[in-house]
């Protein structure tokens, strides 16, 4: 697996690609700024929200039995998971029980963190995303980039390629509403059949025992309503106290994510269908955990958005799958260390700490604190190469004692002035695409000594 | 009035011109000014790398240094804002400023008696910015405010333009800069191509580490586009 | 220990500072016009608006703007598959957000879950009368009623996920009309 910097290096080899990718999403960012801008009360939301989902947090257990209760006096039967492999076991013993070989599934970055698809396919079931930009990574082989815009790393002559081999689409045709056209007929025929359907949960409310999933295309109704199974799976922390707590958080949602002024639907489901199966999957899979980080507990508060990715300044170049995560960006690189610290150590560090991020979130978590956060626990957890735990305590110690880093300043300066061959090279990445700055003869020190004392 | 010149590592080393402009300017403003001779880091490299933990001497050091003035007034938003948010010492936590917020906030500057007669490129470095608010950002929904501009507009002559995207990071990030190399010079790579766009003669900012890092990227394209640290406008004279 | 109690007394455990619930917003800032508002909205997410005196003065309206398409009105019914080919359907919505242009549609109207979404063509009858400023006075409105179903819908199905080329008639309606009614 390639480290985010190995990727990242990769992905800007093509740089008309990249400067692309940037662009087009730092557009969506342009049209968050615009949409948050009309609402005069849009900070007091972001901290309303913050303090409705902290205070979620500090009661989680409570809410998730009251939710309990709620939902099953509703007739949606209940499930516990505690990792990804018993959410799986337990989605497979559902569809294993109605006898079906295929699904359709909506948008659940909770289950692509659960890898789902791959164990149902596995035991030999049909997964179909219905999301579309979902159906095309799916067609190939590939995971989201992205988690509100999954095919965002792809260009119209890809997905025209990719239709072209599995929907029978003319060779060279990339025109996004005949490829769309093309997508909704292959994908109807799919939600007619299919008698299972799996969805993601956006909120869970804890009054009402009820779930809201917000799409755009309506793939996750389609499903949901044709089927006669309908399994919704949520990570823990999408439990909300009350239903007014809707009001706050869909007004924060659609616009934080594309600017939009709320999803084309919001659905709420309460009730099964009659005769209808109903049934939602609590997962924790390592949320008990970030929750006793006290440094990273916040984190649990993200209501998925993608506004931290748009605004990424990192993320826009570097691509989602340069994460080597589900969920890819800013806070996939502050929630991902929960899951792995060792795979994940570079991820904490794919940013430059410059704060956009913590901005523009909703729920107003303090993205960029919590990376210098995980920072700091993976080196102290000995996680850093050899190389950079002995430079650091070099640094440390020259940079603690006064005359020995004027004397390392004056020779530094000294090397470079009389050897530059020695920091200009191939092995130094400053100087790979930056001359280094010239050094001057004397450092304001010494001026300062021979002009002022 | 006491007030003690931070003058951060790199810049003592490699941007002495910068230090010079700060205790200049500081001193024609009427600043009883000292400069502590032993000053050496404010422990930022380390603690960013994820070694907080090594710099207790570091912290030390600052202590030994800073100890007992009214004000520690430094040329680098990113260092200020470490000290303020990192340092163990609580009083030095609340005396420290970066000297564009010192002028504005402290010395309450109406009027300078600079004269710089080019055009700027305004850089917003994020942690002067976003950490230590020293102007408003495109992020929040807030009346916009900078104290930048603010000075930058008492300068006579001074035309400054913000690039298209006007508070976006340069991709200089501390060791960011070398371990995520390729992003890194990207980023830099798009802002400088905005400030250039604005036909501007220099790219001027409150912080020199990302100065630095376009001015690397500026030399080696063989651009004519100069950097300088905004307190050597502000100190510039005719 | 079953997984239920496993991660609730993995949550139970967990030490931390209570946080007191925030209350309802009352912040919210109303726009003026809260007509002029919802119209804008539906502007904003392609939907087009028939403002008349009642429904019988939307026919010869509605005949003109689907001229080759059948529109039905359906009662309940439990087959949601024979949906599949109505090309208009009309409902009428309960009531509209103007901050949005979400419209609040449930069991309770519904002639089926899946026929907002599965028909070809939508149009929801709306009066003036039941407009709301924001999402805040629609959950207001709402109460803790559940129906089983409801859905806050906003203009036609739509997707962008073919490089942000916004493309309406994803997988639900392919457009939405809305009678605005004065009664």
């Known amino acids: ?453 | 009035m006491r007030v003690a010149l931070f003058v951060p590592c790199y810049i003592d080393q490699f941007y002495p011109q910068v230090a010079i402009a700060s205790l200049e300017l500081l001193e024609k403003l009427g600043c009883e000014v000292e400069v502590p001779g032993n000053q050496t880091c404010c422990g930022q490299p380390m603690a960013n790398s994820g070694f907080a933990h090594v710099t207790g001497g570091c912290d030390a050091n600052f202590s030994a240094n800073f100890s007992g003035y009214d004000y520690i007034v430094g040329p680098s938003g990113s260092c200020v804002l470490h000290l303020k948010e990192h340092h163990p010492d609580a009083k030095i936590r609340s005396s420290v400023y970066e000297i564009c917020e010192f002028l504005v906030d402290v010395l309450q500057v109406k009027t300078l008696p600079s004269y710089f007669p080019h055009r700027v490129g305004l850089h917003q470095s994020c942690h002067g910015q976003r950490g230590l608010r020293i102007s408003s950002m495109t992020e929040r929904n807030e009346a916009p405010f900078s104290k930048l501009t603010y000075l930058l507009d008492l300068v006579k002559g001074c035309e400054w333009k913000y690039p298209e995207r006007q508070d976006e990071c340069c991709g200089f990030g501390g060791t960011f800069c070398v371990t995520e190399e390729a992003v890194s010079v990207k980023m830099g790579q798009d802002r400088i191509q905005e400030h250039q766009a604005n036909q501007v003669d220099f790219i001027i900012g409150a912080d020199t580490s990302c100065l630095m890092h376009m001015e690397g990227i500026l030399k080696r394209s063989g651009s004519k586009v100069g950097v300088k640290h905004i307190v050597e406008i502000l100190n510039a004279h005719a | ?183």
């Not at chain 1, 709620?70 to 559902?94: F, L, M, P």
């Open chain 1, 1 to 453: 697996m390639l480290s985010h910097a190995e990727a990242s290096e990769k992905f800007i080899a093509n740089q008309e690609r990249t400067d692309w990718h940037d662009d087009t999403l730092w557009f969506v960012r342009a049209k968050r700024d615009k949409a948050s801008k009309l609402i005069p009360e849009w900070e007091a939301l972001r901290e309303h929200a913050s303090q409705i989902k902290e205070h979620m947090l500090s009661n989680l257990p409570q809410y998730l039995l009251e939710f309990e209760v709620n939902a099953q006096a509703n007739g949606i039967q209940v499930h516990w998971a505690k990792d990804a492999h018993e959410h799986n076991e337990i989605v497979y013993s559902i569809i294993q029980k109605h006898g079906d070989k295929a699904l359709v599934k909506s948008k659940s970055m909770l289950t692509e963190e659960c890898h789902l698809n791959a164990f149902l396919e596995q035991k030999g079931i049909d997964v179909v995303d219905t999301d579309l930009g979902e159906r095309i990574v799916q067609f190939r082989n590939e995971v989201p980039s992205h988690i509100v815009l999954p095919a965002i790393h792809l260009k119209k002559e890809d997905v025209g390629e990719t239709f072209h081999q599995h929907l029978g689409t003319p060779k060279g045709n990339k025109d996004p509403q005949f490829l769309t056209e093309a997508a909704r007929i292959h994908l109807r025929e799919k939600f007619l059949a299919a008698k299972v359907a799996i969805t993601g949960v956006n909120f869970a409310v804890a009054e009402t025992g009820e779930f809201v999933v917000c799409t755009n295309e309506g793939n996750a109704d389609m499903g949901a309503h044709l089927s006669e199974v309908h399994i919704a799976c949520m990570g823990i922390e999408k439990i909300i106290p009350k239903r007014q707590d809707l009001g706050v958080f869909l007004r924060l949602l659609a616009r934080s994510a594309t600017g939009q002024l709320i999803t084309t639907y919001s659905s709420h489901f309460a009730k099964p269908r009659e005769g209808q199966e109903m049934h939602i999957v609590l997962v924790d899979n390592g949320r008990s955990r970030q929750l006793a980080r006290e440094e990273f507990r916040n984190s649990l508060k993200c209501i998925r958005c993608a506004a931290c990715f748009n605004t990424c300044p990192v993320y826009r170049r570097s691509g989602g799958h340069s994460y080597h995560q589900p969920v890819a960006g800013p806070i996939g690189s502050i929630l991902a260390p929960n899951f792995d610290k060792k795979a994940n150590v570079d991820l904490p560090f794919a940013s430059t700490l410059c704060g956009s991020c913590s901005n523009v979130c909703p729920v107003k978590i303090n993205i960029h604190e919590q990376l210098w956060f995980w920072r700091q626990d993976l080196m102290k957890e000995g996680l850093a190469p050899a190389g950079k735990v002995i430079s650091m305590k070099l640094m440390a110690w020259v940079l603690s004692n006064p005359s020995l880093f004027k004397w390392a300043g004056a020779m530094g300066r000294k090397v470079i002035s009389w050897a530059p061959w020695l920091v200009n090279n191939g092995l130094n990445p400053w100087y790979k695409q930056r001359e280094m700055p010239e050094a001057p003869k004397q450092s304001f020190q010494e001026w300062y000594k021979s002009n002022r004392s």
């Open chain 3, 1 to 183: 220990m079953s997984s239920r109690e496993e991660i609730l007394k993995a949550l139970q455990g967990v030490q931390m500072p209570a946080k007191a619930y925030p209350g309802t917003f009352t912040s919210q800032v109303h726009g003026e016009d809260t007509l002029a508002d919802f119209l804008h909205s539906m502007q904003v997410v392609s939907t087009t608006v028939l403002q008349v005196q009642d429904a019988s003065e939307a026919q010869p309206l509605l005949d003109e703007h689907f001229p080759k398409l059948q529109r039905v009105r359906l009662e309940k019914l439990s087959d949601g598959l024979s949906l599949a080919h109505v090309d208009v359907l009309e409902i009428t919505g309960d009531f509209g957000v103007a901050e949005n242009g979400a419209i609040w549609l449930d069991d309770a109207i519904l002639p089926h879950r899946v026929a907002p979404f599965i028909c070809q063509h939508l149009v929801i009858y709306l009066s003036k009368k039941n407009l709301l400023p924001t999402m805040q006075e629609a959950y207001i409105r709402l109460g803790n009623q559940l129906t089983g179903f409801g859905v806050f819908l906003s203009g036609p199905s739509k997707t962008a996920d073919i490089e942000q080329s916004l493309v309406i008639g994803a997988h639900g309606a392919r457009s939405l009309v809305v009678v605005l009614t004065e009664s």
